[in-house]
Nanobody
């Protein structure tokens, strides 16, 4: 079984930056994509970003221009660099790993709180 562990969340002022990390317990060929969702209580989980094993990158419109995703295949790790944070970015950020269609594995999440 593959486990995912996130880190890097915390409290930051609006306009500040955070860098999230997510590492899988092992390398699995079926994990062609790793990425991030975010969620607040009572709301639907929102896709944020993904990184393909071959180097592809994609961000949601909500974060494009402020966030960047990167991936280190050798370390089984994906990163989310978050800049120019706003209160609307406050959420639990959840790492996933899987394929383009189906996030097969999930981390437990790391909390990001942005204060105004």
């Amino acid at each position: 079984q593959v486990q995912l562990v996130e880190s890097g969340g915390g409290l930051v002022q609006a306009g500040g930056s955070l860098r999230l990390s997510c590492t899988t317990s092992e390398s699995v060929p079926s994990i062609t994509y790793m990425g991030w969702y975010r969620q607040t209580p009572g709301n639907e989980r929102e896709w944020v970003a993904r990184a393909g094993s071959g180097g592809s990158r994609k961000l949601s419109d909500s974060v494009k221009g402020r966030f960047a995703i990167s991936r280190d295949n050798a370390k089984n790790t994906v990163y989310l660099q978050m800049n120019k944070l706003t209160a609307e970015d406050t959420a639990v950020y959840l790492c996933y790993a899987g394929n383009l269609i189906d996030p097969e594995y999930w981390g437990k999440g790391t909390l990001v709180i942005v204060s105004s």
